[in-house]
C-alpha cells in the first residue's frame, strides 16, 4: 500500500516586533521557496503577516527557520500562529503594502555595511568603489527617514533617481535590494567631495587617495559620517592629535578611536569575547576598553580606558585600505557642547579653524546622531549613551504608554514617548543648557510625534523647576506628572528589565533635586513604579558654589573636611590645596560656614569627586565627570580592605575621611586609597541593602544612577549583593545616567495615570 501523502495544512502567522525596513520579507519569500511553503506574505500595522501553506512538516520547519535565520538588524517580538482554510495558492508572494498612513511601523536604526555590499563594491560593476552600497540587510534607516510609511520619497534619498539597473533589482523579490529605500549604485546615487582651501577634489578613487594622504601627513579631516560629521586624524602621529586637541578646545576627554579591523585591533589589545562580539556587532557602538594600547598621550589623556570601534561606513572601510595606519581618531565635529553638525556649509564654516579639508557627501542627514558608546560589564553589554544603531529601536514595556511624553532630564537629555506599549527613546540629544542643543531637543520632540503619530496627552518632567527639559513640559498646557529623579532613576532600569512590583532601589547619582529641595543622589528607595519611599542616603554637605563644585571638586573636598573635623581644620598641610590662592580658600570656608549659596547634597558623585580632589587626582575638572574618572583610573584592584562609615540613620563618611587622611598622611599610594574608598562605598551600598530587606521583605535590588557607569562600583556591588542572596538588576541597554531617566518617567507616568 503506498503510504498517504501528508495533508496540506494552512497557518496564519503574525510577527510582531521591528521587521519593517530590515529586509524581513525578502527573508521570508526566500526561506518560504526553500521549504516550498505557498501564500503570502505583506506588512501591516503591526509587522508582518504571513499567510502560509503546507504540509505539516514544511510549516513547521519553516517557524523555527523564521526566529533561527531573521536578518541580523531585525527584532522579533512575538510570532502569532492561528489555523486558516486552506486557499488556492500556486505559489508564494510578497503583497504590496497598504495603505499604512495612520498606523505606526517601526523605524530601524541606522545598521553597519554588511560584508556581502563590501563585496559587490569589489565584484559588482555597477557598484565598484561605491561608497553609498547597501541593501536590505544593511546601511543608513533611522538618519534619513523623514516620515513613515518607510518609502524612497520620505527619505533623504527621495532627489536620487534610481537608474535601470538599481530599480530592477528594487523590484526583484530575489534581490537582496529589493524595497531596499536607499539603494543606489555609482550611476544614480550620491557622491562625495572632498574640499580643501575651496578647491575641489571628485572622483572616489582621487578623493581616497587625496584623503588618506592628508591624515598621514598628520593633517585633520572633517568627515561627513551617517548621523553628523566627525573630525578624524591619524592616531600614530602625536602631533596631529596634539593639534586637533588643541584646536577643538576639547579639554580633557580621551578621544574616540577607529580600528580598521578586529584584527588590527586584536594586536593592540586582548579582547574578552563579550567585548569582540559588541564591538563587531552591527550597531558598531564605542566600546571603551580598559587598553594596553600606546597611541600617544594626546588620545587618552592619561586615562587607561579608551573609547573604540569599527568602521561602519562603507568610506571607512576604503579609507583604511587607502591607509598605513591602523588607527584614526574619530571624534564628533562640533564645538563645545553644541550638537554634532549635520550640514556641509555650516560645517565648512563652523569647523574651518579646526579641519584642513572636508570630505562631504550630497545626500542630507536628516535624523541627527551621534555615536553610541558602551562597555562590557560582567559579560554583558552596558550603554552608557544610546544613539547611532540603537535609537529608535522602541523598548517594550507591560504598560500602557500610549500618547505620553517624557521630557528627561538636562545635563544628558534624552526623552521618549509612548506609543501603545511602547516606549520609544530619542537619541542622545545632550546638555539643555547650549542654545543649539535646547533648540534640537524641541524639533526632535516635534519629529518623533509626527513620525510616530504620537499626540501628547500627558508629560513627565523631572521635580527639577529649574530643568529647561521641565519648563518646557509645563509648558505645553497638558496634564504634568512630576517625577522625583532618582525615582525616575530606578524606573527606568525596572522598565528596561519589565519589574512592575516593589523593590529595593539604589541610586548611586550626581545630582538630582530632592523632594525637601537638597540635591539627592546616595539614595536608597523603597519603590515600585508608582510611588517611593527615601529609607536611607548619603549624609547631607554643604556644595560651596552651587553647580560650580562640578568644575572645582577640591571645594567638595574642603567641605568634606569641615564636616568631618570641624569648621577651624587646620589647612595648612594639605598639598591638594597647593595651587589655590589662601583667600579663595578662606571664601569658600566662609561660604560654608555662613551658609552663602552652599545647598546640601547627599550626591554620590560628589563624594567620589571629594575624595578624587584630596587624594590629588583631579582638584579642578575639565570635562563632566572628571574627577570620579581619574578615581577609578587609580584603583589598585587587588586591594580588598575599606574604611569605617557610620551607616545608621543615614550614611555618614566622616570616618573615612580621617581615615582617608591618615592614609594620605602616611603616604599610602593613591591606587590603595582609590581602592579602599571603593570598597567602603560597596559595603555601605551592601549593608543598607541588607537593612532595607530586613524592614521590608524585598529581594530584588535595582541599580540605577550616573556613578554606576563606574564599573568597579557596579561589578564590586552586584558581586556582593548576589553574595547577600539578593537578585540584582542593573543596565544594559539604558544609560544609567541621566540619558535613561526618560524611560523611567514615562513608566511612572503610565502607571499613575493608567494603573
Ligand atoms: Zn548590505
Ligand atoms: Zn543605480
Ligand atoms: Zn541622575
Not at 288 to 312: D, E
Amino acid at each position: 500500500m503506498k503510504p498517504a501523502a501528508s495533508p496540506i495544512i494552512s497557518r496564519l502567522i503574525s510577527i510582531t516586533g521591528l521587521v519593517q525596513g530590515v529586509g524581513f520579507r525578502p527573508f521570508i519569500y526566500k526561506l518560504a521557496h526553500h521549504h516550498k511553503i505557498y501564500g503570502h506574505v505583506a506588512n501591516n500595522l503591526q509587522g508582518v503577516t504571513i499567510h502560509a501553506e503546507g504540509t505539516h512538516h514544511q510549516i513547521t520547519s519553516f517557524i523555527a527557520d523564521i526566529r533561527q535565520q531573521a536578518p541580523p538588524a531585525a527584532a522579533i517580538d512575538t510570532i502569532g500562529i492561528e489555523p486558516a482554510s486552506v486557499g488556492q495558492f500556486i505559489a508564494f508572494e510578497i503583497l504590496r503594502s497598504s495603505d499604512n498612513s495612520s498606523g505606526i511601523t517601526e523605524v530601524s536604526p541606522d545598521i553597519a555595511v554588511c560584508d556581502d555590499c563590501l563585496h559587490d563594491m569589489k565584484h559588482q560593476p555597477h557598484r565598484l568603489d561605491y561608497p553609498f552600497t547597501n541593501c536590505t540587510n544593511c546601511g543608513p534607516r533611522f538618519s534619513i527617514i523623514g516620515n513613515l510609511p518607510y518609502d524612497r520619497e520620505k527619505t533623504a534619498m527621495q532627489p536620487f533617481e534610481m537608474c535601470q539597473q538599481c530599480r530592477s533589482e528594487y523590484t526583484d523579490m530575489l534581490n537582496r535590494r529589493f524595497h531596499a529605500q536607499p539603494v543606489a549604485c555609482n550611476h544614480c546615487g550620491p557622491e562625495y567631495q572632498l574640499i580643501e582651501n575651496g578647491n575641489c577634489v571628485t572622483g572616489i578613487e582621487n578623493i581616497l587617495r587625496r584623503t588618506a594622504s592628508l591624515v598621514e601627513q598628520g593633517k585633520i579631516v572633517a568627515v561627513k559620517g551617517i548621523g553628523g560629521f566627525h573630525l578624524m586624524c591619524d592616531a600614530t602621529i602625536e602631533t596631529a592629535v596634539a593639534n586637533l586637541r588643541q584646536r577643538k578646545l576639547r579639554e580633557g576627554k580621551p578621544f574616540a578611536v577607529m580600528f580598521s579591523g578586529l584584527d588590527s585591533l586584536s594586536q593592540y589589545d586582548d579582547l574578552s569575547e563579550a567585548e569582540e562580539q559588541w564591538i563587531s556587532s552591527w550597531q558598531r557602538p564605542i566600546v571603551l576598553l580598559r587598553t594596553k594600547l600606546n597611541l600617544g598621550p594626546s588620545v587618552t589623556n592619561g586615562f587607561s580606558h579608551l573609547g573604540v570601534m569599527l568602521p561602519y561606513m562603507p568610506i571607512h572601510h576604503q579609507l583604511f585600505e587607502m591607509l598605513q595606519t591602523p588607527a584614526v581618531v574619530l571624534t564628533s565635529g562640533n564645538l563645545s557642547d553644541e550638537p554634532i553638525i549635520l550640514d556641509n556649509d555650516i560645517a565648512i564654516s563652523r569647523l574651518k579653524t579646526i579641519a584642513d579639508a572636508f570630505l562631504v557627501y550630497n545626500r542630507d542627514i536628516i535624523n541627527r546622531t551621534d555615536d553610541s558608546v558602551g562597555l562590557v560589564v560582567r559579560n554583558k553589554p552596558m550603554l552608557l549613551r544610546r544613539s547611532r544603531g540603537f535609537a529608535p529601536t522602541p523598548i517594550r514595556t507591560n504598560l500602557n504608554t500610549d500618547n505620553l511624553l517624557a521630557t528627561g532630564a538636562e545635563l544628558v537629555n534624552c526623552f521618549a514617548v509612548g506609543k501603545g506599549k511602547l516606549a520609544i527613546m530619542s537619541q542622545h540629544i545632550g546638555d539643555l543648557k547650549n542654545f543649539e542643543t535646547n533648540e534640537f531637543f524641541e524639533e526632535t520632540i516635534t519629529k518623533f510625534q509626527k513620525l510616530f503619530r504620537v499626540k501628547p496627552e500627558a508629560v513627565a518632567v523631572d521635580m527639577h523647576p529649574d530643568y529647561l527639559s521641565t519648563r518646557y513640559g509645563k509648558s505645553l498646557g497638558i496634564q504634568v506628572v512630576e517625577v522625583q529623579h532618582h525615582h525616575a532613576h530606578i524606573a527606568s532600569c525596572m522598565a528596561e528589565h519589565k519589574l512592575d512590583e516593589p523593590v529595593i532601589g539604589i541610586s548611586m547619582d550626581g545630582t538630582g533635586y530632592g523632594d525637601d529641595g537638597n540635591i539627592w543622589g546616595g539614595e536608597f528607595l523603597v519603590c515600585d513604579l508608582k510611588d517611593y519611599r527615601r529609607f536611607n542616603h548619603f549624609s547631607y554637605v554643604p556644595m560651596p558654589g552651587g553647580d560650580l563644585v562640578t568644575k572645582a571638586p577640591w571645594r567638595t573636598a574642603l567641605s568634606y573636611l569641615m564636616a568631618a573635623f570641624g569648621h577651624d581644620i587646620d589647612l595648612s598641610g594639605f598639598s591638594f590645596l597647593k595651587n589655590i590662592a589662601s583667600a579663595e580658600i578662606e571664601l569658600v570656608r566662609e561660604a560654608i560656614i555662613k551658609n552663602i549659596n552652599a545647598p546640601l547634597s547627599s550626591s554620590c558623585g560628589r563624594l567620589f569627586d571629594a575624595v578624587s580632589a584630596l587624594i590629588g587626582a583631579c582638584t579642578h575638572a575639565g570635562f563632566h565627570a572628571e574627577a570620579p574618572m581619574r578615581l577609578q583610573d587609580l584603583v589598585q584592584e587587588d586591594i580588598s580592605e575599606s574604611y569605617p562609615c557610620i551607616n545608621e540613620k543615614i550614611i555618614d563618611f566622616s570616618p573615612m575621611i580621617h581615615a582617608i587622611v591618615d592614609d594620605i598622611k602616611n603616604e599610602t599610594p593613591a591606587g590603595i586609597i582609590a581602592a579602599r574608598f571603593h570598597n567602603t562605598v560597596v559595603e555601605a551600598i551592601v549593608q543598607t541593602a541588607v537593612q532595607l530587606r530586613r524592614q521590608s521583605n524585598l529581594q530584588k535590588v535595582v541599580l540605577s544612577g550616573g556613578s554606576f557607569q563606574n564599573e568597579i562600583l557596579l561589578d564590586r556591588s552586584i558581586e556582593k549583593l548576589q553574595a547577600q542572596g539578593f537578585e540584582v538588576f542593573w543596565h544594559q541597554l539604558i544609560p544609567a545616567n541621566d540619558g535613561g531617566i526618560a524611560l523611567g518617567q514615562l513608566a511612572i507616568a503610565a502607571k499613575r495615570l493608567r494603573g
